[in-house]
């Protein structure tokens, strides 16, 4: 069956450090993958997905991911975090050959000391 | 540039009780997905649905939850005689259809069974 793990519940970083949230997944075939942001009270909006091609994307707020078949992994960094990035991350994967139903992983909650 | 709205906001129900959930997809949006977020969790499938078809409904828990879409556009989430464990969030979110095509969810209905 198809899973998604996110190894680390909570993580603490100072503003300015660099980030690095991680991800792995359980799946037969290359997936489609997907990294969300949720804030308190609000709905999950996308950062960043792989569906194909160059395996390091970019995506909003200056965040990136990495694909790792080898591993099966899709970690997010972030070189310099912000206070505004405290927030809650999924990584989510969805079936290649379906129509993008996603399964989460529990989410890592991210905490910005100043 | 309206995005995935639902209603109500919040929601407390007595148990035992039949709440309905509403969620307003983004215009012309073909797929449509419902999820529930347990506290501290990661959101997990219920429901989909491409225009009125429903056409994955898996996730729903028991023979309690029912979905409907009849026209294509305006969803509805019912759960009859609600139990504590139902508490949770539930997401809406909605897609343009296309395999590649992200999802665009809403902020969510907070239901609380006491």
């Known amino acids: 069956a198809q899973s998604v793990t996110q190894p680390d519940i909570h993580i603490t970083v100072s503003e300015g450090a660099s980030l690095e949230l991680r991800c792995n997944y359980s799946?037969?075939?290359?997936?489609?993958l997907f990294w969300y942001v949720q804030s308190p009270g609000q709905g999950l909006q996308l950062l960043l997905k792989?569906?194909?091609?160059?395996?390091l994307v970019q995506g909003i707020k200056g965040f990136e991911a990495e694909f790792k078949r080898s591993q099966s992994s899709f970690n997010l960094r972030k070189p310099s975090v912000h206070w505004s990035d405290a927030a809650e991350y999924f990584c989510?994967?969805?079936?290649?050959?379906?129509?993008?139903?996603?399964?989460f992983g529990a989410g890592t909650r991210l905490a910005v000391h100043p | 540039g309206a995005g995935v709205s639902q209603s109500p906001r919040y929601k407390v129900a007595k148990r035992g009780q039949d709440v309905a959930l509403r969620c307003d997809p983004i215009?012309?949006?073909?797929?449509l997905f419902w999820y529930q977020q347990a506290l501290g969790q990661g959101p997990e499938f219920l429901t989909y649905?491409?225009?009125?078809?429903?056409?994955?409904k898996s996730g729903l828990p028991s023979d309690r939850f029912f979905a409907e879409r009849p026209e294509g556009s305006v969803s509805t989430l019912k759960i009859q005689r609600t139990q504590q464990e139902d508490s949770a969030v539930y997401l809406c979110?909605?897609?343009?259809?296309?395999?590649?095509?992200?999802?665009?969810f809403g902020n969510g209905t907070r239901l609380t069974v006491t």
């Open positions: 649905f491409q225009n009125e078809a429903q056409l994955d």
């Open positions: 989510a994967v969805a079936f290649s050959g379906g129509y993008n139903k996603l399964i």
């Open positions: 799946y037969g075939a290359t997936p489609y």
């Open positions: 979110a909605s897609s343009p259809g296309q395999r590649n095509s992200p999802l665009h």
């Open positions: 215009s012309g949006h073909v797929s």
């Open positions: 792989y569906f194909s091609g160059d395996t």
